[in-house]
């Protein structure tokens, strides 16, 4: 990094104004309080749906608005990884997505000292809007992991569900890693992810790129891949590109050349991205509307009619389906669905 940047970094961390941002925003993985989604709404429609379609895997539009078929769910269990809170039913995606996560589990155990990975939301079984804690995930090719290694043992399922978030920053404090918590291994398995050529963007807090910016020794080739994002400080988000032959999916702009470590992460260390919108003098705010399924591409329409695969083992790569639980559980929820830069 170079001098002015580091110069503004130091500057800007001491102002006064870090220390009245609310921990809840800079910590954007904390217990969301959403409303349910108005019965009727996208969300509503495609969370309700239990079980993906038949035929080909088919990512239908843009990653925070469209659809999937024949998706393939992660295994709940796995060598070098288990999936996390099962009651959502998020972890289904395309087989290049769960074929992409099995194998980051397995080389980040033997090549990072990682030990195995904790897998959050990849998508729902139809892919679509969530009804919290995301804008993407929703054609089966964005994936969360926790910087939390994999404990030892299997985690039951009441754990998977009630496990906390570990966050890497310093509670109190503005955008800092915290030290105690931050460790190398995670610093290599973020580098391990972004190594891959069908990933094309992992988000990360952007007081972790800034710490990858500061102090990553190695190949810097991929580090540009590393995309700073609000949230994001307790689990990482793997991105992969519309694999070839993808009809119908909409891929996103390429990350501009270079490793990410200039004047586009030193804005988010500026007051600009956290200030709250102040309110035009006589206007009444606008409530958004929800999102309906005819807002989505004409093709979900049809992914939501179409015939469902014959169970949950069917539809699991390799057919180990794992425990699910049969009613859901609620608990506290990562937190991705504040204003993105990118997502």
């Known amino acids: 990094m170079n001098f002015r940047l580091a110069r503004t970094f130091r500057t800007l961390t001491s102002l006064a104004f870090a220390a009245s941002i609310g921990a809840g925003l800079i910590a954007g993985d904390v217990a969301a309080q959403q409303a349910a989604p108005t019965p ?18 088919q990512s239908i539009g843009f990653y925070a608005k469209g659809c999937l078929s024949g998706a393939v769910a992660l295994p709940a269990d796995g060598p070098t990884w288990e999936a996390m809170r099962p009651s959502r039913n998020r972890r289904w995606g395309r087989p290049e997505m769960i074929a992409l996560l099995e194998r980051l589990s397995q080389d980040a155990a033997k090549f990072d000292g990682w030990p195995g990975i904790l897998v959050g939301d990849i998508s729902q079984p139809r892919g679509g809007p969530m009804s919290n804690g995301h804008a993407s995930h929703q054609i089966g090719l964005d994936a969360d992991v926790w910087l939390t290694p994999m404990p030892k043992r299997t985690l039951t399922p009441a754990e998977r569900e009630s496990m906390p978030f570990t966050s890497m920053l310093q509670k109190n404090a503005f955008l800092t890693i915290d030290p105690n918590v931050w460790t190398d291994a995670r610093a290599r398995l973020l580098m391990r992810a972004a190594s891959y050529p069908q990933v094309e963007r992992i988000f990360v807090n952007p007081a972790i790129k800034k710490k990858m910016c500061d ?129």
Not at 40 to 57: D, M, N
């Open 40 to 57: 009727g709404s996208a969300k509503a429609i495609f969370g309700a749906v239990t079980l993906p379609t038949q035929g080909p895997p």
């Open 215 to 343: 102090t990553w020794t190695g190949d810097r080739s991929n580090l540009g891949k590393l995309r700073p994002e609000y949230g994001h400080d307790s689990h990482f988000h793997i991105r992969i590109r519309c694999p070839v032959g993808s009809i119908g999916c909409t891929p996103q702009a390429p990350v501009a050349a270079g490793d990410g470590c200039d004047k586009t992460l030193a804005w988010w260390f500026t007051q600009e991205p956290w200030a709250k919108p102040i309110p035009k003098p006589g206007v009444k705010p606008v409530k958004p509307r929800e999102v309906m399924v005819s807002d989505l591409p004409q093709a979900c329409k049809a992914v939501l009619s179409a015939p469902s695969i014959t169970s949950v083992k069917a539809a699991t790569l390799g057919g180990k389906a794992g425990a699910v639980p049969a009613q859901p559980i609620s608990g506290a929820e990562p937190d991705d669905s504040l204003p993105a830069t990118e997502q």
